[in-house]
């Protein structure tokens, strides 16, 4: 544990099956994507949402079909391609502790192949969705930057 660290790369630590905890200080503001990816660690955390640190939203655990995803009070922050997974994702409910909201953090996952070739490549989209939040709060001025729709709730 070092109280100076700030950030976590992305696969910073892949593959390192032996890796059983994880202790991420309130000093870290970023967490790259699968940092901690194939390690113990991941494997044993069942929550739907994996947040570490003070309020980084690590990963979605959870049901990838849905439409509908309530941000829980836990998360303060939330990173790039976090819930890329959810295909069908159309509305977000965020509360009004997230101070942080990256610019493609509800970015989808989409594949495409080339005309000579068989294989697939994946790549990261924007896509169309509604915000719901509280008004004045860091989702509505999110929701108007990204151009989203936002609904107060």
Do not use: H
């Amino acid at each position: 544990r070092c109280a100076d660290v700030t950030g976590v790369q992305t696969c910073a630590l892949p593959i390192c099956s032996r890796l059983a905890s994880v202790d991420i200080p309130s000093t870290v503001t970023y967490v790259g994507t699968d940092a901690f990816a194939s390690t113990k660690w991941e494997s044993a955390q069942t929550d739907e949402f994996i947040v570490v640190g003070d309020g980084m939203m690590y990963k979605y655990n959870g049901d990838k079909t849905k439409t509908t995803l309530t941000i829980p009070g836990t998360v303060k922050r939330i990173p790039q391609n976090r819930l890329a997974e959810l295909t069908s994702l159309q509305t977000v409910i965020i509360p009004s502790n997230v101070k942080y909201i990256a610019k493609q953090a509800f970015s989808v996952l989409k594949a495409s192949s080339s005309s000579n070739s068989s294989s697939q490549s994946y790549y990261y989209a924007m896509r169309q969705l509604t915000i719901m939040g509280k008004r004045g709060s860091y989702a509505e001025t999110y929701s108007n930057l990204a151009y989203f729709t936002f609904i107060e709730y």
